[in-house]
């Protein structure tokens, strides 16, 4: 399963534009990759993985501005298509793994 985060946060003062900031890190911390400005992604393995970043998402979102939670299984991404400067490519069949020593 695959989790997006989308955002639309006002950042007309500076209070409002560190509260974007922060979330977007927050984000970042979590394991998400960003996508677009944005909107953020996350491979989360299968469905019971989903409830905690739900959660923790809930709770780092900002009071003002809207966020959504997407989640979608690796066909659904598999079949998306990324148009980067008009040349098409498809996402990698596998999400990179990290390694830690």
Known sequence: MWMMVIFDLPTGTKRERGAAAKFR???LDMG???????????????????????????????????VSILMFTDK????????YNRDVSRPAKEPEQIVLF
Not at 50 to 56: E, F, Q, S
Not at 77 to 82: C, L, V
């Open 25 to 27: 890190n927050k984000l």
């Open 76 to 83: 659904q991404f598999s079949d998306t298509i990324n148009i």
């Open 32 to 66: 998400f990759e960003m996508a677009q400005f944005s909107v953020y992604m996350r491979f989360c393995g299968d469905r019971s993985k989903l409830d905690p970043y739900i959660k923790k998402v809930k709770a780092c979102a900002p009071k003002n501005g809207k």
